[in-house]
């Protein structure tokens, strides 16, 4: 071979020196990765269960607190939680949320706010919230679950109440409302009688922790400890153990010979 040949073949192939792996690499901030993007990561951290769907039994309230305690978690600045809300809405709220609003035009959080709460919460909705605040006792919630537990019945009152109130207008969130309404929807049952007329203090946590003390011993007294309880079949089971047990026993026994006189 020709040596002009030989170092025209070594000059093609002549191994190429790549530079070592630099570990400065800086990736751009705006690259979406969740540990530099707190979106992501409030994308991540959502259930589908925490976010607003706009159904009447949701609490607008309480999924925008979720939202803002999320966001104060991941350390999400005041002035972008605007562009991380949609995170927080589902179904028809997320619908709304595109066909109201554009990326051209982005209004600012309390804007955003107060736009999904009186579509889906205004005044109708709390209308009619307030209209089943007012129906709801203990007695309602007994027939409502299909309970004669007043222990359950009252902790599903309770649960309830509070539940409904974050979707009343303002001047109805309370503690003193909540009191006022729990002291009306028990004060009718037995077992809450004594708890709602010995008031302590004006507050709606003294009066819970009284209510179910009242109701854990009203439940006691009528059905005290160390009494059996039996079923019908059980009570008949163990009539006619003892019948048979005594029979026996009386068959046993020797029997008595009587002389007439």
């Known amino acids: 071979m020709p040596e002009n040949m030989i170092n025209e073949v070594t000059e093609i192939y002549r191994p190429v020196n790549n530079p070592p792996a630099s570990h400065d690499l800086k990736i751009s901030p705006n690259y979406p990765t969740s540990f530099n993007n707190p979106i992501i990561t409030l994308m991540k951290a959502y259930t589908e269960e925490q976010k607003y769907a706009g159904l009447p039994s949701e609490s607008f309230d309480l999924k925008f607190k979720i939202f803002t305690d999320f966001c104060n978690t991941i350390d999400i600045p005041s002035n972008q939680r605007n562009t991380a809300f949609k995170v927080m809405l589902k179904d028809a709220a997320l619908q709304h949320y595109h066909t109201t609003f ?51 019945a009252l902790n599903s009152l309770i649960k309830n ?101």
């Open 102 to 152: 554009n990326s051209e035009n982005f209004p600012d959080l309390s804007t955003l706010y107060q736009t999904i709460k009186l579509n889906f919460e205004g005044k109708e909705y709390q209308q009619s919230m307030l209209v089943k605040w007012n129906e709801m006792s203990l007695k309602t919630t007994l027939q409502d679950i299909e309970s004669t537990d007043v222990e359950v």
């Open 161 to 261: 109440l509070r539940h409904i109130q974050m979707s009343l207008s303002p001047e109805f969130q309370s503690d003193k409302i909540l009191f006022a309404k729990l002291l009306q929807a028990c004060r009718t049952h037995p077992s809450c009688s004594i708890a709602c007329s010995t008031v302590a203090d004006e507050t709606a946590a003294g009066l819970i922790n009284r209510l179910r003390s009242n109701v854990a011993t009203w439940k006691a007294q009528k059905n005290p400890m160390g009494e059996p309880f039996f079923q019908d079949d059980e009570k008949e089971a163990v009539v006619h153990f003892t019948d048979r047990r005594n029979h026996k026993n009386n068959a046993n026994r020797p029997r008595q010979k009587y002389q007439i006189s």
